[in-house]
């Protein structure tokens, strides 16, 4: 099993629309979650932090489960600039060091046609 | 601020070549990392410095070396290139603060091994 699931998609919308993406981590023990966005053939960037109250900035509602070990971002009102590839990611301590790294994904690309 | 930069941005080895990715930033983080993504596997860690003179292990380090002399520089080495190597390397950086694990992408290197 992956430590960070996604549906692949690609989730194809119309302009307007509201679409929503759901991610399951496997590590219950997992503090901080985030969700990148990745536009074709460029680099991830930080979209947002998800937190446990769930947060919301402009269009782009995040939630968090921990119960269930789910992470959701809704978008509404999709705009032609919002097709990309969304990542899901979630910080892991490594056993042996204590590091914090991150856990990405493998993404979920949306398509919003006019 | 320029960010995270990488040099360079596409490169074609044959099998056996050796070279080195550079990655450099100017934001005084103190933590970096080397991922390389490949489609349908995500981002995965190759390895990761927590600081100047510092580097250790990722999920997959196995034909890869690292260094970093200085805080900004960050190095990537392959000393003898396999098919299985062709992949996109991202560099990121991050600040040592505490619960800060935002990570900031360079643009990325595209490597093919022939």
Known sequence: RKEVEQDPGPFNVPEGATVAFNCTYSNSASQSFFWYRQDCRKEPKLLMSVYSSGNEDGRFTAQLNRASQYISLLIRDSKLSDSATYLCVVNKRTSNTGFQKLVFGTGTRLLVSP | ?114
């Open chain 2, 1 to 114: 601020n320029a960010g995270v930069t990488q040099t360079p941005k596409f490169r074609v080895l044959k099998t056996g070549q050796s070279m080195t990715l550079l990655c450099a930033q100017d934001m005084n983080h103190e933590y970096m990392y080397w991922y390389r993504q490949d489609p349908g596997m995500g981002l995965r860690l190759i390895h990761y410095s927590v600081g100047e003179g510092t580097t250790a292990k990722g999920e997959v380090p196995d034909g890869y070396n690292v260094s970093r002399l200085k805080k900004q520089n960050f190095l990537l080495g392959l000393e003898s290139a396999a098919p299985s190597q062709t992949s996109v390397y991202f560099c990121a950086s991050r600040s040592g603060r505490n619960f800060t694990y935002e990570q900031y992408f360079g643009p990325g290197t595209r490597l093919t091994v022939t």
